[in-house]
């Protein structure tokens, strides 16, 4: 699986972005679809995920109530759907896609495939 990210940009704290993750190669049937955010000297932390098979959805807790992840089974895209943006949201933001299992779906290390990352910028 190739993955595609999209949508990053700047924008003023309370704004809204939306994210896509696109399969260029391959499709996302039977994989978890996560988000993952990283800033210059952090690890990279979990923002979101979703399940292809079945539907779930898992957030940080803190984007849980703003940001929305979603599918077009068509299109074969993920989506997140960031609103109230904050200027802590401020970072590259990668989608990945792989197969962990439950209890890791919010840890990178599970994820094969990874995006090339978008910068969100959220001004104050």
């Known amino acids: 699986v190739q993955l595609q990210a999209s949508g990053g940009g700047l924008v003023q704290a309370g704004g809204s972005l939306r994210l896509s993750c696109a399969a260029s190669?391959?499709?996302?049937?039977?994989?978890?679809i996560g988000w993952f955010r990283q800033t210059p000297g952090k690890e990279r932390e979990f923002v979101a995920a979703?399940?292809?098979?079945?539907?779930?959805?898992y957030y940080s807790d803190s984007v849980k109530g703003r940001f929305t992840i979603s599918r077009d089974n068509a299109k074969n895209t993920v989506y997140l759907q960031m609103n109230s943006l904050k200027p802590e949201d401020t970072a590259v933001y990668y989608c990945?896609?792989?197969?962990?299992?439950?209890?890791?779906?919010?840890?990178?290390?599970?994820?094969?495939?990874w995006g090339q990352g978008t910068l969100v910028t959220v001004s104050a």
């Open positions: 990945a896609a792989g197969r962990p299992i439950i209890g890791a779906i919010m840890t990178p290390n599970p994820y094969g495939y």
């Open positions: 190669e391959g499709s996302f049937r039977s994989y978890a």
């Open positions: 979703f399940r292809w098979s079945g539907g779930s959805t």
